[in-house]
């Protein structure tokens, strides 16, 4: 592997479609998948690519973060919406957290006397 | 490596005008009250170039010669060129559909607050310019304070009928405020009717979507953000044919301040002239067709649902 002073770089996206190159036949049933989960639906363009932002977010891949915030403004979205789309990824990341604390004192409630 | 536009359009009829030309797209002046983020033109109050009361004779001559439907005036701000009134007054008389595309702001400064009944009373159709229905985002494209005062523009031009008498329409301008592509028009119209009638009472006809040019301010500041290459390469990659023949230089012809002729505004913007007579008063009166001139610049109106000064095209 060549000496890189990142694991993540920007140009790499573009080179998604080599996820292809040994596997065709499912990187086109993921592509065509892919495709037809943003298609409006129940759902409208706009609500979709927040979400992915806020998924992206929660997930934690600059690659999507990237891709769904062009996304997001390219579907009539603003930086306040946006914006609170991430505070929902954080949230239920960090409720996710917390909720856990009811296990912890579970464990506790088992261990005392 | 992006290929020269020219080479992606297969249908030869596609490289030329249309057998009819609809609209004169005339640019009066770079002279604005504004100085958008997002000008091609490089507008604003220290611009000097305007269009001669002489220029404006040529195009009302061509555009009666000629039998263009429509007079679409713009600028700059158009209405801060001397004899604005006077080609406005002209066109009507010719019985051509005249439009202006207005900043609005203009509408509230000394010596222009009586053109909102003007336009009513000529049956002038108005384009105006927001970016969003949001205060922060189209002050920041526009400069501090233009949401408001384009608010209270609007509800006066609906006070005297627009946007509800069907002789007056009233649009909208929504372009992006960055180095992004529009959104679905149809979707974007919805949402700005929503809002703009639920947060301030004012109703409009249609919202065109408009893609930014890489051309003029916009350019430079995908330059000076170093987004140029990313933007050109989006652009690009965004091409539908289908936008090709939909392609507002195929039914119009632009002229500038001096009279210098064009394909359109975009083109006026990256000095790119005509293939054909250079300035409107070489014209003679009988129309005549033209290959188009194209440059890289000409991906912004076929990237995805397509572009042109009335909106989306595909």
Avoid at chain 2, 190 to 208: C, G, H, M, P, Q
Avoid at chain 2, 227 to 251: I, K, S, T, V, W
Avoid at chain 2, 258 to 282: E, H
Wanted: charged fraction near 20%; hydrophobic fraction near 40%; charge should be negative.
């Amino acid at each position: 592997m060549s000496e890189k002073n990142s694991y993540y770089d920007a140009a790499d996206l573009g080179n998604f479609a080599a996820m292809g190159e040994c596997a065709p036949d499912l990187w086109e049933k993921f592509m065509a998948y892919y495709g037809a989960v943003f298609e409006s639906g129940a759902l409208t363009k706009r609500e979709k690519a927040l979400i992915a932002l806020a998924v992206a977010h929660a997930v934690q891949c600059p690659y999507c973060i990237d891709a769904y915030s062009q996304s997001c403004l390219e579907n009539g979205a603003n930086e306040e919406q946006m914006t609170e789309a991430v505070h929902v990824a954080c949230a239920i990341r960090g409720g996710a957290s917390l909720v856990h604390g009811v296990q912890m004192k579970n464990v506790v409630k088992g261990l005392s006397m | 490596m992006i290929p020269p536009f020219e080479a992606r359009i297969a249908n030869p009829t596609l490289r030329r005008t249309a057998e009819r030309l609809e609209v004169l797209q005339v640019n009066v002046g770079r002279r604005c009250n504004l100085a958008c983020g997002h000008c091609h033109m490089e507008s604003g109050p220290n611009r000097t170039e305007l269009m001669t009361r002489k220029t404006m004779e040529h195009v009302l001559r061509v555009l009666r010669s000629w039998k263009f439907k429509t007079l679409d005036i713009t600028g700059g701000a158009p209405e801060m060129t001397p004899n604005f009134q006077w080609l406005v007054e002209e066109g009507i008389k010719s019985g051509a559909h005249v439009m202006v595309r207005s900043n609005l702001v203009i509408l509230n400064e000394p010596g222009y607050e009586h053109l909102p009944e003007f336009f009513a009373e000529h049956g002038v159709e108005v384009v105006a310019s927001l970016p969003y229905y949001t205060e922060r985002d189209c002050d920041r494209q526009r400069g501090s304070g233009t949401f408001r005062t384009v608010i209270a523009m609007l509800q006066k031009l609906n006070a005297l009928g627009y946007g509800r008498d069907e002789r007056l329409p009233l649009d909208l301008v929504y372009n992006p405020g960055g180095a992004f592509l529009p959104p679905n028009q149809a979707e974007l119209e919805r949402e700005y009717k929503t809002r703009l009638s639920a947060d301030f009472d004012v109703i409009f006809n249609r919202l065109f979507a408009i893609t930014n040019t890489p051309v003029g301010r916009f350019g430079d500041f995908l330059r000076r953000t170093g987004n140029f290459d990313r933007y050109r390469q989006r652009l690009h990659d965004a091409f539908n044919p289908a936008a090709l023949e939909g392609m507002m230089c195929r039914f119009q012809l632009s002229a500038a301040w001096d009279g210098g002729l064009y394909d359109c505004d975009f083109n006026q913007a990256a000095k790119l002239p005509v293939k054909g007579p250079a300035n409107i008063r070489d014209l003679g009166d009988v129309p005549e067709g033209r290959e188009i001139a194209f440059g890289e610049h000409c991906y912004a109106c076929t990237a995805g649902a397509g572009s042109s000064c009335g909106g989306a095209t595909a």
